[in-house]
């Protein structure tokens, strides 16, 4: 990565599994992923908590989230991350 003079990469693909489904798992996806030069394990969560609550809060407009009959809300806001929230 570095060698190419890119510190940051990213993708969103859309995945195909080749096996079964279940309700927790379906067959296609979509992934996103990254990669940083020189970021350590605290980067990436502060990073990945800057991505999840902006998408939340473009696409869902709301931090409320429904996940197995139990409700979660965040109220903290992105710390910096290098993500626009």
Same mark, same amino acid.
């Given at each position: 990565m570095r060698?190419?003079?890119?510190?940051r990469? *990213?993708?969103?693909?859309?995945?195909?599994?080749n096996e079964g489904m279940?309700?927790?798992h379906l067959q296609?996806?979509?992934?996103? /992923?990254? *990669?940083a030069a020189y970021w350590d394990f605290r980067d990436n969560m502060d990073f990945t908590e800057g991505l999840v609550l902006h998408l939340?809060? /473009?696409a869902a407009r709301s931090r409320?989230?429904?996940?197995?009959?139990?409700?979660?809300?965040?109220?903290?806001r992105g710390r910096g991350s290098g993500c626009a929230t």
């Open positions: 060698g190419g003079g890119i510190d990469v *990213y993708e969103v693909a859309r995945c195909f599994r279940d309700p927790s296609d996806f979509t992934m996103c /992923e990254w *990669y939340l809060d /473009e409320r989230v429904v996940w197995a009959a139990s409700r979660s809300t965040s109220r903290r």
